[in-house]
């Protein structure tokens, strides 16, 4: 099956930080979404990008799909900003395939 | 829009014990359903996958007599965890999809503990 890895695993920033998570995978994909898991274990739906850039507010998020990664954008950072970042992708049907995630902590 | 509620939040169980979860769309007609299951720590790994009136399709390694899933309408699924032993505690997700769109929408999750 596909492979997903994100990179960093952990993140720490200061409150007002940048940062760049990334996703690559190692097929093609016809699916790609972006969540934000808070502390109760919601799943928050960020982007769906499968391929091309978006921009919601303070996250943008590009997908490069030839290349088979995915950026997502985090500028001016906030506390509540903190929780697990997971990439996932589908490459027939509608299956998804999660990755690791990235574990961000943003101190004020 | 495209809401997914789950219940119950939350559930104990005695081991040998059977307890259903419940996942419904709330404002749109999901022709699929999604359960996935996560550990502490971990990522989300899909059990099954339901269509409404069809049978499940299950993962490899999970046990379909174990979890019943059941998609009797277009707005509810439901998962029904037999016979729980301690190793099935976990935190169980569901998701859905609209017809002819590809973004899944999940569930607050649903944590079970079986003691």
């Known amino acids: 099956g596909i492979q997903v890895e994100q990179s960093p695993p952990d993140l720490i920033l200061q409150e007002g930080a940048n940062s760049t998570l990334r996703c690559n995978f190692s097929d093609s994909v016809n699916n790609l979404q972006w969540f934000h898991q808070n502390p109760w274990g919601q799943l928050i739906n960020l982007f769906y990008i499968p391929s091309g850039t978006k921009q919601n507010g303070r996250l943008s998020a590009t997908t490069v799909a030839t290349e088979r990664y995915s950026l997502l954008y985090i500028s001016s950072s906030q506390t509540t900003d903190s929780g697990v970042y997971f990439c996932?992708?589908?490459?027939?049907?509608?299956?998804?395939?999660f990755g690791e995630g990235t574990q961000l902590t943003v101190n004020p | 829009g495209a809401v997914v509620s789950q219940h119950p939040s939350w559930v104990i169980c005695k081991s040998g014990t059977s307890v259903k979860i419940e996942c419904r769309s709330l404002?749109?007609?999901?022709?699929?359903m999604f359960w996935y299951r996560q550990f502490p720590k971990q990522s989300l790994m899909l059990m099954a996958t339901?269509?409404?009136?069809?049978?499940?399709?299950?993962e490899q390694g999970v046990e379909k007599d174990k979890f019943l899933i059941n998609h009797a309408s277009l707005t509810l699924s439901t998962l029904t965890v037999t016979s729980a032993h301690p190793e099935d505690s976990s935190f169980y997700i569901c998701s859905a999809i609209r017809a002819g769109y590809n973004e899944q929408f999940f569930g607050p999750g649903t944590r079970l503990t079986v003691l």
């Open positions: 339901s269509n409404e009136g069809s049978k499940a399709t299950y």
């Open positions: 996932a992708v589908g490459t027939s049907g509608s299956r998804l395939t």
């Open positions: 404002d749109f007609q999901a022709t699929t």
